[in-house]
């Protein structure tokens, strides 16, 4: 019994000790975890967040970015409000956007925050309208269709989210934006990631989702796909719905020098396995192949 013991401390010292090249390698590094709402309605949200401030403690500098997506949808069909969605992105009217405004900022990012703060770590949270942090333009229309209260990212103000990580803390980021005219606008929050990654000069934008990865048309997971490919797959109709803006962005960071994966929430330390193993999990994007 003695032994058998010994021996699984031995097994997790060694979990330790695999760990230990990444954790000096990233040590110090901004690293983007946009956390989806069906990610996080499919599988444990505390597991992620315990991902999560392992990391914050191990010396990395994560940034929790959050959709709420279902929560939404829930909340437009109490008020009688059919959700719809053209090319993976909400339609959105004015009630909508208060319902938006009321889940994001109201509901899930504070549960994000309180659920961290049990966890032992500091968060505070914050919308992209606070500084503001996010400064958005009107998405022009998609497929013909008028999106309402959609915003495309047009400038990003880091040093709220900067002072937050250099108090030690990690940043809880809600994906809503203020409008050049004051106006609150709904982002894609796989956008909003990326842009914040870019800005914040970040190793890693992980993107969770309740997938695990990008599929090419067989079936099959795609373990590193190239932006020629991806929007092959797009054009082709095999990437398709909600996966599309999260490829967008994971290619749009990759554009601006961040590395991008998609991954499974639902997997019980997809994280951990993601950043702190040799063997990831999920679909990592890759600037264009050269001959």
């Known amino acids: 019994m003695i032994d058998s013991t010994i021996d699984e401390r031995i097994r997790r010292a060694e979990v330790l000790i695999e760990a230990l090249p990444y954790i000096r390698r990233f040590s110090g590094h901004v690293m983007?975890?946009?956390?989806?709402?069906?990610?996080?309605?499919?599988?444990?949200?505390?597991?992620?967040?315990?991902?999560?401030?392992?990391?914050?403690?191990?010396?990395?500098?994560?940034?929790?970015?959050?959709?709420?997506?279902?929560?939404?949808?829930?909340?437009?069909?109490?008020?009688?409000?059919?959700?719809?969605?053209?090319?993976?992105?909400?339609?959105?009217?004015?009630?909508?956007?208060?319902?938006?405004?009321m889940v994001l900022t109201g509901k899930v990012g504070p549960d994000i925050v309180a659920r961290?703060?049990?966890?032992?770590?500091?968060?505070?949270?914050?919308?992209?309208?606070?500084?503001?942090?996010?400064?958005?333009?009107p998405r022009p229309a998609e497929s013909g269709e008028e999106l309402g209260y959609v915003g495309d990212v047009d400038q990003v103000n880091s040093e709220p989210i900067a002072s937050v990580l250099d108090q030690g803390r990690i940043p809880v980021i809600a994906s809503i934006g203020m409008g050049f005219d004051g106006q609150a606008y709904n982002v894609n929050a796989d956008t909003v990631a990326a842009e914040l990654a870019i800005a914040l000069g970040a190793s890693k934008l992980i993107l969770l989702s309740d997938v695990d990865g990008v599929r090419d048309a067989d079936g099959a997971l795609i373990s590193e796909l190239d932006a020629t490919r991806a929007r092959r797959l797009v054009d082709g109709g095999v990437i398709t719905r909600g996966m599309i803006p999260k490829v967008a962005a994971a290619l749009r960071a990759v554009q601006g020098g961040c590395a991008a994966h998609i991954i499974d929430g639902r997997v019980a330390h997809s994280l951990l396995l993601e950043l702190l193993?040799?063997?990831?999990?999920?679909t990592m994007f890759t600037a264009e192949r050269t001959s």
């Open 277 to 282: 193993t040799e063997r990831g999990v999920g």
């Open 32 to 101: 983007v975890i946009k956390l989806g709402g069906a990610a996080a309605a499919g599988g444990d949200i505390d597991s992620v967040l315990q991902d999560v401030v392992l990391l914050r403690f191990v010396g990395l500098r994560p940034v929790i970015v959050h959709g709420g997506g279902q929560e939404i949808s829930a909340w437009q069909e109490r008020v009688g409000i059919e959700p719809r969605f053209v090319n993976g992105l909400r339609v959105t009217d004015a009630p909508t956007m208060e319902i938006a405004k």
């Open 116 to 137: 961290i703060h049990r966890l032992g770590a500091s968060a505070i949270g914050l919308s992209g309208e606070d500084g503001p942090t996010l400064l958005v333009r």
